[in-house]
C-alpha cells in the first residue's frame, strides 16, 4: 500500500485554515478567462494539454476526481464517466459545475483531514487541495496566453501560491511535470516568479526561423504512376514505403515526397481528401527545444494547433495556412533512415509531448 511521502507530510502536518476559500478564488479566477475564449480560439495551442480545449478538460477532469477522492475513490481505479470529452457544449458551464463539486467535497466536515488515495499514492487531503489550487489558477494564466487576454492573476493568491509553493521547488523539479525554470531578471515581479517556478517563459518566444522546405505530401490518383513520374522520370529515389504510401527523396532528406493513394472517396478539388498537395512541411530547427519555441509561439500568436505528433523519423506540429493547407512544423530526429529503409514501416504516428 502507498503511503504518504515525506514532503507531503511536511507541508501538510495541521490544515491551514481558509484552504477551501482559496480553492474558490483560483476557481473564480481561472471562470474569467475560459468565459473569455472566442468561438474560434479552442483549437488554439496551449502551454500544457495540447489545446485550449484539452486543457479545459484537463481541469474539468482533475475537480471531478477531487470530489471522487475526498469522498473516498481510489484515483487507481477507472471512472469511465471521467474519460474522453467532458465539456460537451456548453464548456463554461462544465467547469462550473466540476469547481462546485470540488468545493462542496472541501468544505464537508473533516473533509481536509482525509487522506486522499491518489493514482500517484497516498496524500492528506490538504495537500491534494493545495495542488489543485496551483494546477487551476496556474493554468488560468496558460489560457490567457493561449487566447489573447490579459494574463495578470490575483496578486494576493500570486503570493499565496508562489509561498506554498517555492519550499517544494526540488520537488516540482523532480515530478517531471513541469519545465525547467527559466531565468528571471532580478526586478522580476511575484507572479513572474511564480509562472518560472512551474516552468512558464518570462520572456516572448524568439520568431520562428524557417531554415528549410522539408516535404510535401500528395493525394494522387494512381500511385504507381506517380512512382513512375516522380522515380523513373524524374530520377527521385525511393527511400521507403507503406501501404499506399511511397516515400520518394533526392538524397538530400528522408523524403522530398510523399506520395499517398486514398480511398476510392477522393475526388479532384479544393477540400481535402483531393489530388493534389496534401500537406507542406517546413523544417524550424535542429533539437527538439527549437521544436518547443515554436510551439510556444503558436501559443503566443493564438494559433490553432491541428496535432502535435512524434513521426519516429521527426517530431512535427501540425497548423494550418490561411487558406486551409496543412502546414508541418519539424525537426528531424537521429533514427538512421539512410541505412534502414524499413525505417518507414516503423513511422507510424504517435502523440508527441512536449
Known sequence: MTTVTTQARAATEAAEPGVADLHRRACESTRKFIAGIQPGQW???????????????????GQLWTAELLHGKDGADPNPDLEGDLLGRDPLAAYDAACAAAQVALEEPGALERVCRTGHGDMPAAFHARIRIMDVFVHGWDLAQATGQDPTLDSEL?????????????????????GPAPDVPADANTQTRMLALFGR?????????VRELGHAGMYV??????????HDFLGFEISGRLPGTVF??????HHEFALIEPGPECVPGPKQPAFGVNHIAVRVGESIDDLRNAHRRLVETGTPILGIIDFVIQNSILIEDPDGTMVELY??????????????????????QL
Open 43 to 61: 483549437r488554439n495551442a496551449c502551454t500544457s494539454e495540447g489545446t485550449v480545449s484539452g486543457l479545459v478538460n484537463h481541469l474539468v477532469n
Open 201 to 209: 517563459p518570462a520572456a516572448p518566444a524568439a520568431p520562428i526561423r
Open 331 to 352: 525537426i528531424d530526429t537521429d533514427v538512421p533512415w539512410r541505412t534502414d529503409p524499413k525505417i518507414f514501416e516503423r513511422a507510424l504516428p504517435k502523440a508527441l
Open 248 to 253: 520518394v527523396t533526392s538524397g538530400r532528406t
Open 158 to 178: 500570486v503570493e499565496v501560491v508562489y509561498r506554498d509553493w517555492k519550499p517544494q521547488e526540488a520537488m516540482l523539479r523532480g515530478s517531471g511535470m513541469f
Open 221 to 230: 490518383k494512381d500511385l504507381e504512376a506517380s512512382v513512375r513520374f516522380y
